[in-house]
């Protein structure tokens, strides 16, 4: 199945963990979100809903670094 067409939940929890990391440390400094968004997608493959859900999913579960 190609990877646009994956939810986020069947990436493993270490590779959204590591996604939700890249997020919320390109918005540390200072990136804006969208850009923080598209940024972790190229790099990670993946699309921007699924770094949207990884995001809620992040934020729901309190993951590092919050």
């Not at 939940?9 to 540390?28: K, M, N, S």
């Not at 993946?46 to 949207?52: A, G, K, L």
């Amino acid at each position: 199945m190609p990877h646009e067409d994956r939810p986020a939940d069947d990436l493993t929890l270490d590779r959204r963990q590591a996604i939700f990391l890249a997020v919320v440390e390109a918005q540390d400094q200072g990136k804006p979100v969208a850009e923080s968004r598209a940024e972790a997608a190229r790099r990670f493959d993946v699309t921007i809903e699924q770094v949207r859900a990884i995001e809620r999913e992040g934020l729901d579960e309190n993951w590092p670094p919050l």
